[in-house]
């Protein structure tokens, strides 16, 4: 069901950016690209979300690629909080999430 | 003021008991989900509601239904409990269905135990 190719897991140094890569190859005009993240046992947590264009707002920065067919999320600052497991979801009204890349921050 | 609330946080019961679990959106939201994450981690929707349409994943057994008393809450009530079932449950909320732009905001899980 999910429409989504992401690596199963990344480090990243405190401070560094993080760059997570989505491949969405089958995507629709209309279907945005979604990311959002789950730490720990805890429910799913919004990040970002766009159709075309790039988009920034106070957690990251969403890169998506001129034929839509692959996104990166940006952490720019990533802190050790930010460690938990990324999903880059496509869809509409329902979502189909992934197995999600686990991004563990290392000091 | 939490956003989307869930209860119980834990749940241990046998197999083929009946089960609910309750959730509540603060959120004025007109449409509310239903998750399972299983042991794999792997996050599957298994419903989204709101006063007009259910659309239920095929997948999702029929002893599995949820249940609307108002728009601010969707409770599961699942019967005859199995093995499998054992899980953790989210609930989620968005504006509305169907609009490829809304932000789902989820619930902080119930974690099932079925022995």
């Known amino acids: 069901d999910a429409k989504t190719t992401q690596p199963p897991s990344m480090d990243c140094a405190e401070g560094r950016a993080a760059n997570l890569p989505c491949n969405h190859s089958t995507i629709s005009g209309n279907e945005y690209v979604y990311w959002y993240r789950q730490i720990h046992s805890q429910g799913p947590q919004y990040i970002i979300h766009g159709l075309k264009n790039n988009e920034t707002n106070e957690m990251a920065s969403l890169i998506i690629t001129e034929d839509r067919k692959s996104s990166t999320l940006i952490l720019p600052h990533a802190t050790l909080r930010d460690t938990a497991v990324y999903y880059c979801?496509?869809?509409?009204?329902?979502?189909?999430f992934g197995t999600g890349t686990s991004l563990t921050v290392i000091p | 003021d939490t956003a989307v609330s869930q209860t119980p946080k834990y749940l241990v019961t046998q197999m083929g008991n009946d089960k609910s679990i309750k959730c509540e959106q603060n959120?004025?939201?007109?449409?509310m989900y239903w998750y399972k994450q299983d042991s794999k981690k792997f996050l599957k929707i298994m419903f989204s509601?709101?006063?007009?349409?259910?659309?239920i994943n095929e997948t999702v057994p029929n002893r599995f239904s949820p249940k609307s008393p108002d728009k601010a809450h969707l409770n599961l009530h699942i019967n005859s409990l199995e093995l499998g079932d054992s899980a953790v449950y989210f609930c989620a909320s968005s504006r509305r269905l169907a609009h490829s732009t809304d932000t789902q905001y989820f619930g902080p899980g119930t974690r099932l135990t079925v022995l």
């Open positions: 509601y709101n006063n007009k349409e259910l659309i």
């Open positions: 979801i496509v869809g509409g009204n329902q979502f189909y």
């Open positions: 959120l004025g939201h007109d449409t």
